[in-house]
């Protein structure tokens, strides 16, 4: 199982910036997908999970109305579209996944929101 995020940077307040994760090694299709971030000196938070067809999302309340989970199928890779960053979305963002009992995580995308 590999999960590589992608996308991240330096965007000012207000700003947006599209996540991917690309996954490989499993049956991407058959597992849910979710981003975790975390942010300096603190422990890991969960952001966004989206099921195995796409049709169904959930996300953590701070970024409800601001950030939207998708997923590509045929392209194993599930995207976290993120607009209307604010300075305490700055993280270091994970895609995770849980195969046969199992968690999976990427090496993390950086996300800085800074004027």
């Known amino acids: 199982v590999q999960l590589v995020e992608s996308g991240g940077g330096l965007v000012q307040p207000g700003g947006s910036l599209t996540l991917s994760c690309a996954g490989s090694?499993?049956?991407?299709?058959?597992?849910?997908i979710s981003w975790v971030r975390q942010a300096p000196g603190k422990g890991l938070e969960w952001v966004s999970t989206?099921?195995?067809?796409?049709?169904?999302?959930a996300l953590e309340g701070s970024v409800k109305g601001r950030f939207i989970i998708s997923r590509d199928n045929a392209k194993n890779t599930v995207y976290l579209q993120m607009n209307s960053l604010k300075p305490e979305d700055t993280a270091l963002y994970y895609c995770?996944?849980?195969?046969?009992?199992?968690?999976?995580r990427g090496q993390g995308t950086q996300v800085t929101v800074s004027s």
């Open positions: 995770t996944t849980r195969v046969l009992g199992q968690d999976f």
């Open positions: 090694g499993f049956a991407f299709s058959r597992y849910y």
């Open positions: 989206i099921n195995r067809e796409g049709d169904n999302t």
